[in-house]
Protein backbone atom coordinates (compact mmCIF):
# COMPACT_ATOMS: atom_id res chain seq x y z
CA UNK A 1 0.00 0.00 0.00
CA UNK A 2 3.20 2.44 0.55
CA UNK A 3 4.50 1.78 -2.47
CA UNK A 4 0.89 2.98 -4.25
CA UNK A 5 0.55 5.73 -1.97
CA UNK A 6 2.80 8.27 -4.51
CA UNK A 7 0.45 7.23 -7.36
CA UNK A 8 -2.80 7.28 -5.69
CA UNK A 9 -2.00 11.24 -4.29
CA UNK A 10 -0.67 11.96 -7.71
CA UNK A 11 -3.89 11.02 -9.11
CA UNK A 12 -5.88 13.49 -6.98
CA UNK A 13 -3.66 15.97 -8.03
CA UNK A 14 -4.25 15.81 -11.75
CA UNK A 15 -8.14 15.67 -10.82
CA UNK A 16 -7.46 18.67 -9.05
CA UNK A 17 -5.22 20.84 -11.44
CA UNK A 18 -7.20 20.05 -14.42
CA UNK A 19 -10.02 22.49 -12.61
CA UNK A 20 -7.41 25.05 -13.33
CA UNK A 21 -8.15 25.93 -17.00
CA UNK A 22 -12.62 25.60 -16.35
CA UNK A 23 -11.69 28.35 -13.25
CA UNK A 24 -9.68 30.66 -14.76
CA UNK A 25 -11.90 30.79 -18.13
CA UNK A 26 -14.60 31.75 -15.54
CA UNK A 27 -12.62 34.36 -14.12
CA UNK A 28 -12.59 37.74 -15.40
CA UNK A 29 -9.61 38.91 -14.48
CA UNK A 30 -6.13 39.42 -16.21
CA UNK A 31 -3.82 36.82 -15.91
CA UNK A 32 -1.19 38.34 -13.64
CA UNK A 33 -4.18 39.05 -11.18
CA UNK A 34 -5.16 35.33 -11.80
CA UNK A 35 -1.48 33.74 -10.99
CA UNK A 36 -0.59 36.64 -8.20
CA UNK A 37 -4.69 35.87 -6.82
CA UNK A 38 -4.39 31.49 -6.59
CA UNK A 39 -0.93 31.96 -4.83
CA UNK A 40 -1.61 34.90 -2.43
CA UNK A 41 -4.80 33.30 -0.97
CA UNK A 42 -3.08 29.43 -0.76
CA UNK A 43 -0.21 31.44 1.44
CA UNK A 44 -2.35 33.36 3.54
CA UNK A 45 -4.14 29.78 4.44
CA UNK A 46 -0.67 27.93 4.89
CA UNK A 47 2.13 30.09 6.76
CA UNK A 48 -0.56 30.67 9.79
CA UNK A 49 -0.83 26.77 9.81
CA UNK A 50 2.63 25.93 9.73
CA UNK A 51 4.62 28.62 10.96
CA UNK A 52 6.01 27.40 13.90
CA UNK A 53 6.91 24.15 11.73
CA UNK A 54 8.73 26.62 9.78
CA UNK A 55 10.79 28.19 12.09
CA UNK A 56 11.64 25.13 13.67
CA UNK A 57 13.22 23.45 10.03
CA UNK A 58 14.78 26.77 9.00
CA UNK A 59 16.72 26.68 12.37
CA UNK A 60 20.29 27.22 11.02
CA UNK A 61 19.86 26.28 7.26
CA UNK A 62 22.46 26.05 5.37
CA UNK A 63 22.81 29.09 2.47
CA UNK A 64 23.07 26.73 -0.20
CA UNK A 65 19.28 25.59 0.84
CA UNK A 66 18.23 29.15 0.97
CA UNK A 67 19.27 29.49 -2.67
CA UNK A 68 17.70 26.69 -3.44
CA UNK A 69 14.38 27.65 -1.82
CA UNK A 70 14.73 31.20 -4.14
CA UNK A 71 15.50 29.21 -7.35
CA UNK A 72 12.24 27.50 -6.62
CA UNK A 73 9.64 30.41 -5.34
CA UNK A 74 11.33 33.05 -8.15
CA UNK A 75 10.38 30.03 -10.97
CA UNK A 76 7.17 28.72 -10.05
CA UNK A 77 6.18 32.72 -9.82
CA UNK A 78 7.56 33.36 -13.68
CA UNK A 79 6.25 30.19 -15.05
CA UNK A 80 2.61 31.39 -13.72
CA UNK A 81 3.15 34.44 -15.38
CA UNK A 82 4.97 33.36 -18.18
CA UNK A 83 2.77 30.68 -19.44
CA UNK A 84 -0.47 32.45 -18.60
CA UNK A 85 0.59 35.24 -20.96
CA UNK A 86 1.47 32.99 -23.77
CA UNK A 87 -2.15 32.42 -24.40
CA UNK A 88 -2.65 35.87 -25.06
CA UNK A 89 -0.06 36.14 -27.90
CA UNK A 90 -0.48 32.31 -29.18
CA UNK A 91 -2.77 29.66 -30.11
CA UNK A 92 -3.59 27.37 -27.68
CA UNK A 93 -2.37 24.89 -29.95
CA UNK A 94 1.22 26.29 -30.01
CA UNK A 95 1.50 26.66 -26.13
CA UNK A 96 0.12 23.22 -25.48
CA UNK A 97 3.45 21.85 -27.92
CA UNK A 98 5.76 23.73 -26.45
CA UNK A 99 4.57 23.19 -22.80
CA UNK A 100 4.73 19.36 -23.20
CA UNK A 101 8.26 19.45 -23.90
CA UNK A 102 8.87 19.99 -19.95
CA UNK A 103 9.48 16.41 -19.46
CA UNK A 104 12.30 15.84 -21.86
CA UNK A 105 14.09 18.52 -19.81
CA UNK A 106 12.89 17.68 -16.57
CA UNK A 107 14.02 13.73 -17.88
CA UNK A 108 17.46 14.95 -18.87
CA UNK A 109 18.48 17.57 -16.05
CA UNK A 110 17.30 14.88 -13.57
CA UNK A 111 19.36 12.42 -14.82
CA UNK A 112 22.70 15.22 -15.59
CA UNK A 113 21.98 17.10 -12.17
CA UNK A 114 20.47 15.04 -9.53
CA UNK A 115 22.11 11.66 -10.82
CA UNK A 116 18.65 9.79 -11.21
CA UNK A 117 18.82 6.77 -13.40
CA UNK A 118 15.59 6.53 -16.16
CA UNK A 119 14.70 3.08 -17.53
CA UNK A 120 13.83 2.34 -20.58
CA UNK A 121 10.22 2.03 -20.12
CA UNK A 122 10.26 5.70 -18.66
CA UNK A 123 11.69 7.11 -22.07
CA UNK A 124 9.02 5.08 -23.96
CA UNK A 125 6.53 6.45 -21.67
CA UNK A 126 7.89 10.24 -21.71
CA UNK A 127 8.10 9.93 -25.80
CA UNK A 128 4.06 8.83 -25.36
CA UNK A 129 2.97 11.52 -23.35
CA UNK A 130 4.74 14.15 -25.18
CA UNK A 131 3.40 12.90 -28.31
CA UNK A 132 -0.22 13.11 -26.91
CA UNK A 133 0.50 16.74 -25.72
CA UNK A 134 1.57 17.21 -29.37
CA UNK A 135 -1.31 15.94 -30.89
CA UNK A 136 -4.29 17.58 -28.73
CA UNK A 137 -2.57 20.68 -29.16
CA UNK A 138 -2.27 20.01 -33.07
CA UNK A 139 -5.95 19.43 -33.09
CA UNK A 140 -6.42 22.97 -32.53
CA UNK A 141 -4.24 24.81 -35.17
CA UNK A 142 -5.51 27.35 -36.72
CA UNK A 143 -7.17 29.44 -34.46
CA UNK A 144 -5.17 32.15 -33.51
CA UNK A 145 -2.38 31.09 -35.38
CA UNK A 146 1.66 31.34 -34.60
CA UNK A 147 3.22 34.40 -33.08
CA UNK A 148 7.02 33.97 -32.30
CA UNK A 149 6.87 35.93 -29.03
CA UNK A 150 4.32 33.89 -27.58
CA UNK A 151 5.97 30.42 -28.51
CA UNK A 152 8.80 31.51 -27.02
CA UNK A 153 6.95 32.42 -23.86
CA UNK A 154 5.20 29.14 -23.55
CA UNK A 155 8.76 27.45 -24.19
CA UNK A 156 10.03 29.41 -20.97
CA UNK A 157 7.33 28.31 -18.85
CA UNK A 158 8.22 24.59 -20.08
CA UNK A 159 12.35 25.50 -18.72
CA UNK A 160 11.18 27.21 -15.60
CA UNK A 161 8.82 24.00 -14.90
CA UNK A 162 11.90 21.86 -15.13
CA UNK A 163 13.72 24.46 -12.50
CA UNK A 164 10.72 23.93 -10.15
CA UNK A 165 10.16 20.24 -9.94
CA UNK A 166 14.36 19.74 -9.51
CA UNK A 167 14.63 22.26 -6.82
CA UNK A 168 11.34 20.66 -5.20
CA UNK A 169 12.75 17.20 -5.28
CA UNK A 170 16.11 18.11 -3.56
CA UNK A 171 14.64 20.45 -1.11
CA UNK A 172 12.11 17.75 -0.23
CA UNK A 173 14.18 15.45 1.16
CA UNK A 174 15.04 17.83 3.54
CA UNK A 175 12.22 19.41 4.81
CA UNK A 176 8.68 18.42 5.16
CA UNK A 177 6.32 19.31 2.60
CA UNK A 178 4.26 22.33 5.27
CA UNK A 179 7.82 24.20 5.18
CA UNK A 180 8.28 23.97 1.44
CA UNK A 181 4.86 24.71 0.38
CA UNK A 182 4.69 27.56 2.67
CA UNK A 183 7.96 29.05 1.56
CA UNK A 184 7.72 28.59 -2.25
CA UNK A 185 4.14 29.61 -2.49
CA UNK A 186 4.96 32.33 -0.36
CA UNK A 187 7.68 33.94 -2.40
CA UNK A 188 6.50 33.08 -5.43
CA UNK A 189 3.09 35.26 -4.28
CA UNK A 190 5.15 38.24 -2.98
CA UNK A 191 6.67 38.08 -6.80
CA UNK A 192 3.09 37.89 -8.57
CA UNK A 193 2.16 40.91 -6.43
CA UNK A 194 5.21 42.62 -7.32
CA UNK A 195 4.70 42.15 -11.29
CA UNK A 196 1.08 43.16 -10.73
CA UNK A 197 2.14 46.74 -8.92
CA UNK A 198 4.86 47.14 -11.54
CA UNK A 199 2.58 46.64 -14.76
CA UNK A 200 -0.40 48.50 -13.26
CA UNK A 201 -2.50 45.43 -12.70
CA UNK A 202 -5.23 45.50 -10.06
CA UNK A 203 -6.75 43.50 -7.99
CA UNK A 204 -10.19 45.05 -7.88
CA UNK A 205 -13.42 45.76 -8.51
CA UNK A 206 -13.99 42.60 -10.40
CA UNK A 207 -17.44 40.18 -9.48
CA UNK A 208 -17.97 38.70 -6.94
CA UNK A 209 -17.95 35.34 -9.04
CA UNK A 210 -14.28 36.12 -9.86
CA UNK A 211 -13.20 36.67 -6.65
CA UNK A 212 -14.74 33.17 -6.04
CA UNK A 213 -12.97 31.48 -9.04
CA UNK A 214 -9.73 32.84 -7.41
CA UNK A 215 -10.23 30.88 -3.90
CA UNK A 216 -11.48 27.83 -5.63
CA UNK A 217 -7.89 28.03 -7.72
CA UNK A 218 -6.27 28.31 -4.86
CA UNK A 219 -7.68 25.83 -2.64
CA UNK A 220 -8.23 22.51 -5.70
CA UNK A 221 -5.41 23.00 -8.28
CA UNK A 222 -3.01 25.02 -5.96
CA UNK A 223 -3.02 23.69 -1.97
CA UNK A 224 -4.29 19.80 -3.56
CA UNK A 225 -2.75 19.96 -7.19
CA UNK A 226 0.31 21.48 -6.73
CA UNK A 227 0.86 20.22 -3.09
CA UNK A 228 0.55 16.43 -4.11
CA UNK A 229 2.98 16.56 -6.42
CA UNK A 230 5.31 18.45 -4.05
CA UNK A 231 4.86 15.47 -1.60
CA UNK A 232 5.32 13.41 -4.16
CA UNK A 233 8.68 14.60 -5.08
CA UNK A 234 10.10 13.01 -2.07
CA UNK A 235 8.95 9.79 -3.24
CA UNK A 236 8.94 9.22 -6.56
CA UNK A 237 12.07 10.88 -9.69
CA UNK A 238 10.80 14.26 -10.86
CA UNK A 239 10.69 12.77 -14.12
CA UNK A 240 7.54 10.95 -13.28
CA UNK A 241 6.20 14.18 -11.53
CA UNK A 242 6.31 16.18 -14.74
CA UNK A 243 4.73 13.08 -16.57
CA UNK A 244 1.94 12.87 -14.27
CA UNK A 245 1.24 16.43 -14.88
CA UNK A 246 0.66 15.85 -18.37
CA UNK A 247 -2.85 14.32 -17.25
CA UNK A 248 -4.08 17.71 -16.45
CA UNK A 249 -4.97 18.43 -20.15
CA UNK A 250 -6.64 15.39 -20.26
CA UNK A 251 -8.09 15.96 -17.70
CA UNK A 252 -8.99 19.77 -18.03
CA UNK A 253 -10.35 18.48 -21.86
CA UNK A 254 -13.17 16.43 -20.15
CA UNK A 255 -13.84 18.93 -17.76
CA UNK A 256 -14.54 21.63 -20.50
CA UNK A 257 -16.96 18.98 -22.50
CA UNK A 258 -18.76 18.67 -19.53
CA UNK A 259 -19.07 22.11 -17.82
CA UNK A 260 -18.63 24.56 -20.45
CA UNK A 261 -20.15 21.88 -23.56
CA UNK A 262 -16.94 22.24 -25.60
CA UNK A 263 -16.74 20.08 -28.76
CA UNK A 264 -14.21 16.71 -28.06
CA UNK A 265 -12.44 16.50 -31.53
CA UNK A 266 -10.98 12.92 -32.27
CA UNK A 267 -7.20 14.35 -31.73
CA UNK A 268 -8.31 14.90 -28.20
CA UNK A 269 -9.51 11.42 -28.05
CA UNK A 270 -5.90 10.15 -29.27
CA UNK A 271 -3.53 12.31 -27.90
CA UNK A 272 -5.43 11.96 -24.38
CA UNK A 273 -5.34 8.10 -24.64
CA UNK A 274 -1.36 8.41 -25.88
CA UNK A 275 -0.34 10.65 -22.42
CA UNK A 276 -2.44 7.64 -20.29
CA UNK A 277 -0.47 5.21 -21.55
CA UNK A 278 2.34 6.96 -21.36
CA UNK A 279 2.19 7.64 -17.69
CA UNK A 280 0.86 4.15 -17.11
CA UNK A 281 4.31 3.06 -18.67
CA UNK A 282 6.87 5.61 -16.62
CA UNK A 283 4.64 4.26 -13.68
CA UNK A 284 5.51 0.81 -14.37
CA UNK A 285 9.62 2.53 -15.17
CA UNK A 286 9.07 3.95 -11.81
CA UNK A 287 8.26 1.14 -9.78
CA UNK A 288 11.15 -0.73 -10.96
CA UNK A 289 13.67 1.76 -9.99
CA UNK A 290 14.44 2.70 -6.25
CA UNK A 291 13.95 6.17 -5.28
CA UNK A 292 16.76 7.94 -4.08
CA UNK A 293 15.95 9.28 -0.58
Known amino acids: MNSLKPYVVMSIGVAAISFAAIFIRLADAPSLVVAAGRLTIASVILIP ?23 SGTVLAFHFAVWIASLSYTSVAASVVLVTTNPIFVALA ?13 VIGIGLSVAGGM ?33 GRRLRQ ?9 VVYGMAAVLLLGMCLITGASFYPYSGWTYLMLVLLALGPQLI ?14 SFVAVAILGEPVGATLLAYLILGETLLP ?6 SLVLIGIYLCARGESNLQAPG
Open 267 to 272: SQWIGG
Open 225 to 238: GHSSFNWALRHVTA
Open 110 to 122: SFFFLREHISRLQ
Open 135 to 167: VIGGGEAGGNGHALYGDLLALLGALLMTFYLLA
Open 49 to 71: LSWSRIKEELKGIHPRDILIFLL
Open 174 to 182: RFSLLTYIS
